[in-house]
T-cell receptor
Framework: DAKTTQPNSMESNEEEPVHLPCNHSTISGTDYIHWYRQLPSQGPEYVIHGLTSNVNNRMASLAIAEDRKSSTLILHRATLRDAAVYYCILRDGSSNTGKLIFGQGTTLQVKP | DTGVSQNPRHKITKRGQNVTFRCDPISEHNRLYWYRQTLGQGPEFLTYFQNEAQLEKSRLLSDRFSAERPKGSFSTLEIQRTEQGDSAMYLC???????????FGSGTRLTVV
């Protein structure tokens, strides 16, 4: 399974943008880049995913490098409720199972 | 639809007892996954169902673990002869086939004493 590398932790101030990086240098052509987040005592929550082009939704934006070896999750205005563990995951689009393999993720702290 | 529902939310059991957890996925989702998560770690894949067929099992799923999804609707995960090392959060997720996001439940926290 392709792996991703994320910083262990990051801090942000409330109301400011947050850029969460992810490296995936061994990504294959069929791998989709997925992001999930997990708040304390809850199951993970889907945030966004993409293949080659940048993606936007109501929660966040996903910027994918041209060579696809890295990506950045962008939270446009961090709130205290965005404090969570953020997971960057490669999901094999050609796989029959589509299972997600989670790493350690990035723990985001948001300061008021 | 209220999302993925897991019951119970918490379970405390004595070592050696059997436990069973239930997951009710989003009704139109044909894919269902079970994960296990221990403190400070990301979720670990356990098993996958497409409709009623169990198509993949992780090596983590020892012979004490069994999962079913009769009729392709709800699923159960049973652990026999529980051990202290089984203490964890057990998460269920469902999705459509294809490259869609998963919806996770809130999990069942198991404590084996």
């Amino acid at each position: 399974d392709a792996k991703t590398t994320q910083p262990n932790s990051m801090e942000s101030n409330e109301e400011e943008p947050v850029h969460l990086p992810c490296n995936h240098s061994t990504i294959s052509g069929t791998d989709y880049i997925h992001w999930y987040r997990q708040l304390p005592s809850q199951g993970p929550e889907y945030v966004i995913h993409g293949l080659t082009s940048n993606v936007n939704n109501r929660m966040a934006s996903l910027a994918i490098a041209e060579d696809r070896k890295s990506s950045t999750l962008i939270l446009h205005r961090a709130t205290l409720r965005d404090a969570a563990v953020y997971y960057c995951i490669l999901r094999d689009g050609s796989s029959n199972t589509g299972k997600l393999i989670f790493g350690q993720g990035t723990t985001l702290q948001v300061k008021p | 639809d209220t999302g993925v529902s897991q019951n119970p939310r918490h379970k405390i059991t004595k070592r050696g007892q059997n436990v069973t957890f239930r997951c009710d996925p989003i009704s139109e989702h044909n894919r269902l996954y079970w994960y296990r998560q221990t403190l400070g770690q990301g979720p670990e894949f356990l098993t996958y169902f497409q409709n009623e067929a169990q198509l993949e099992k992780s090596r983590l799923l020892s012979d004490r673990f069994s999962a079913e999804r009769p009729k392709g609707s709800f699923s159960t995960l049973e652990i026999q002869r529980t051990e202290q090392g089984d203490s964890a959060m057990y998460l269920c997720a469902s999705s459509h086939a294809g490259n869609y996001g998963y919806t996770f439940g809130s999990g069942t926290r198991l404590t084996v004493v």
